[in-house]
């Protein structure tokens, strides 16, 4: 137990899919012999990887299968797991201040405290910024956690229903209609979009409603910018534009939303979007308490880097993930937000923390951008892949982008468990699709 309390302890705050990556194969590497004190820290007790919320907000995914108990994989990879929402740090006393954690009912779980460490490492990724905008943070949804995805399934379910049975909205000639809104025409509310017009689909083949899925679920995605997918190709853009456009999905570019009520969105050039039900999917921002920790942070205050993903203002804090402003030297800019980057950034910082442990010099991390994809549900799916295996870019669609996309999450369950374990948990998804519906019924 001595020997224990002696090891170097290494403090990673946020489970998201880089920051459990990595304190995952820091258990087995440095945990399990006893080299180091591991801690992951994060508000939840259970992993989802981010990228598949769009798919329980449409019903297209059971979340209940795909998560993980963070407790339980404390256990199986040597380190050590604390429930709470990091509210400061003490760069004087190097601790972490952890709130307290409270049941459904507002009783008290664990009191709130303070977690020493020698190292510690942020990966508290990032939320939804509203930009300001009047009434959308009271009247529009955002996907960051479980939760909101999984109540906007059930609004949408109980939308469906109550239009059906006359008590929503209705077209000009008396047919009830269902009126969905999703600004921001990234990634999220592209696949989202695309999700939701499937969901509409299944739950009319089910009976749960007798709409008509085109032409009475009215799906309107809405971007600020001249066209979709601003971060990625104009290929890529315009092939989704028409996909899109394929499945009856509203399309609105160059119209940036200047309020959200109740019933609709509003835009700058005049137009209203009817909407029952209003997504968020806009844009994000480093969370607020980055800004409190006395280290230089960005415009948008994620924590500044160096090319070792070491902070610039403590040389025992590193970040990585969307919550660090990281340099991407090749291309005169920072490392963008995106999955690949922080898979990229805990396999790196995996290594870093090792040579630090040993005395050695840090290395610096370089981000290989490998492309983006996008999928559009059982539809179809687009991207690009990039890198020195081709030689350059190349745009992909259709089946081969539909295997590549599915192929990203069974890298990372990969990571967590390993290969085998990531084998059989692919035949045990496919079972379970065959004998249950093909979304959330409730």
């Keep these: 137990m001595n020997e224990r309390v002696q090891a170097h302890r290494i403090v990673v705050v946020g489970g998201g899919a880089g920051g459990l990556e990595l304190v995952t194969r820091l258990g087995d590497k440095l945990g399990k012999r006893g080299r180091a004190h591991v801690t992951l820290v994060d508000r939840s007790p259970t992993h989802i990887w981010k990228p598949l919320l769009h798919e329980v907000a449409a019903g297209s995914m059971d979340p209940n299968t795909h998560q993980l108990e963070y407790a339980a994989q404390a256990s199986w990879h040597h380190f050590e797991f604390q429930q709470g929402e990091m509210t400061g740090v003490d760069r004087e006393r190097k601790t972490v201040a952890v709130g307290a954690c409270f049941d459904a009912d507002g009783v008290e779980l664990l009191p709130a405290r303070e977690l020493p460490y020698d190292t510690l490492v942020l990966a508290i990724g990032s939320v939804t910024h509203f930009f300001g905008v009047p009434g959308a943070a009271e009247h529009a949804i955002a996907l960051d956690t479980t939760a909101q995805a999984e109540r906007f399934r059930r609004r949408l379910v109980s939308a469906c229903v109550r239009a059906q049975n006359g008590l929503g909205r209705s077209h000009e000639d008396g047919r009830p209609r269902v009126d969905i809104a999703i600004i921001g025409g990234g990634a999220t509310g592209v696949e989202l979009s695309a999700e939701l017009r499937n969901t509409a689909q299944v739950l009319n083949a089910y009976g749960l409603h007798r709409l008509d899925p085109r032409r009475d679920v009215h799906i309107s995605v809405i971007e600020a910018g001249p066209r979709l997918l601003p971060a990625l190709s104009e290929r890529v853009s315009s092939e989704t534009a028409k996909l899109l456009r394929k499945l009856d999905v509203n399309v609105l570019v160059g119209e940036r939303v200047t309020e959200v009520t109740g019933e609709a969105v509003l835009t700058a050039s005049g137009k209203r979007v009817e909407a029952d039900l209003t997504v968020w999917a ?161």
């Design 282 to 442: 806009a844009g994000i921002t480093a969370p607020p308490v980055l800004r409190t920790l006395g280290l230089p942070v960005s415009k948008q205050g994620a924590i500044l880097v160096d090319a070792s993903l070491r902070s610039e203002g403590d040389p025992d804090i590193f970040a990585f993930g969307d919550c660090a402003s990281a340099p991407w030297p090749e291309k005169q800019t920072t490392v963008p937000p995106r999955a690949q980057a922080a898979h990229q950034q805990a396999s790196f910082l995996l290594r870093a923390l090792q040579d630090r442990l040993a005395g050695r010099p840090l290395p610096a991390f370089h981000f290989k951008d490998l492309g983006s994809l996008v999928s559009l549900g059982h539809f179809d799916a687009v991207g690009s892949l990039m890198g020195g295996l081709i030689g350059g870019s190349m745009f992909i669609e259709g089946m081969l982008a539909r295997l590549m996309y599915a192929s990203l999450y069974r890298m990372h369950v990969s990571a967590l468990h390993g290969p085998l374990r990531m084998m059989v948990d692919t035949v045990a998804h496919w079972l379970r699709s065959k004998t249950s519906p093909r979304v959330k019924l409730h």
